[in-house]
């Protein structure tokens, strides 16, 4: 069946454009996680969505990130007044029960601000 | 709070070597979970394994094994005859489950380049 979905693979936004990225999980999975992996390093936890509820949004770095999941599947990443410093490769992952069970991620979308 | 040090940024063997990935946790939690990912270069992170805090057993599966130490708190990976194919970045995670947390606490990642 089909992976973790992420789009755009890549985005380039000017320093203050706002950008959405979409993450589309495996079919039936209830768990939905964000995580923001700068040049060289360890993902990092953003934010964890079980079905629609966001549950867990203490790694979103500042009030300009912003996520949702509105219907429990399809998940989309806002960050308003890009900074540079926002760079980074954006990874979503999924798993099926209420996040225990080992994430299936997708291939991420690298955001470059000029 | 949680973290997770693997202190080799980079290992560099010939194909058929043996390596071992260092892997240590600090957690106040007493039940957790430590996972192993692999990130080849496509950049999709690859689950490897996850173990239970109490369950100190070490695993084999295949060529890699696991060496679960809750003494020293380590979880070690080893690739037995390596590969070409093993190139990647390898990232060890823990996972607290006392706090409820869903969150993973990634290390900084260890790339592995084994060459012909």
């Known amino acids: 069946g089909a992976g973790v979905s992420q789009s755009p693979r890549y985005k380039v936004a000017k320093r203050g454009q706002d950008v959405a990225l979409r993450c589309d999980p495996i079919?039936?999975?209830?768990?939905l996680f964000w995580y923001q992996q700068a040049l060289g390093q360890g993902p990092e936890f953003l934010t964890y969505?079980?079905?629609?509820?966001?549950?867990?949004k203490s790694g979103l770095p500042s009030d300009r990130f912003f996520a949702e999941r509105p219907e429990g599947s399809v998940s989309t990443l806002k960050i308003q007044r890009t900074q540079q410093e926002d760079s980074a490769v954006y990874l979503c992952?999924?798993?099926?029960?209420?996040?225990?069970?080992?994430?299936?991620f997708g291939n991420g979308t690298r955001l470059t601000v000029t | 709070a949680q973290k997770v040090t693997q202190a080799q940024t980079e290992i560099s063997v010939v194909e058929k070597e043996d390596v071992t990935l260092d892997c240590v946790y600090e957690?106040?939690?007493?039940?957790?979970?430590l996972f192993w990912y692999k990130q080849p270069p496509s950049g999709e992170l690859v689950f490897l394994i996850r173990?239970?805090?109490?369950?100190?057993q070490n695993e084999i599966s295949g060529r890699y094994s696991w060496n679960f130490q809750k003494s020293t708190s380590s979880f070690n990976f080893t690739i037995t005859a390596s590969q070409v194919v093993d190139s990647a970045v390898y990232f060890c995670?823990?996972?607290?489950?006392?706090?409820?947390?869903?969150?993973?606490?990634f290390g900084s990642g260890t790339r592995l380049q084994v060459q012909p």
């Open positions: 173990r239970n805090s109490f369950d100190e």
């Open positions: 957690t106040r939690d007493t039940t957790y979970y």
């Open positions: 995670a823990l996972s607290e489950k006392d706090t409820g947390r869903r969150a993973l606490t």
């Open positions: 969505f079980q079905n629609e509820a966001q549950l867990d």
């Open positions: 992952a999924s798993s099926l029960d209420e996040g225990r069970a080992p994430l299936h």
């Open positions: 079919s039936g999975h209830v768990s």
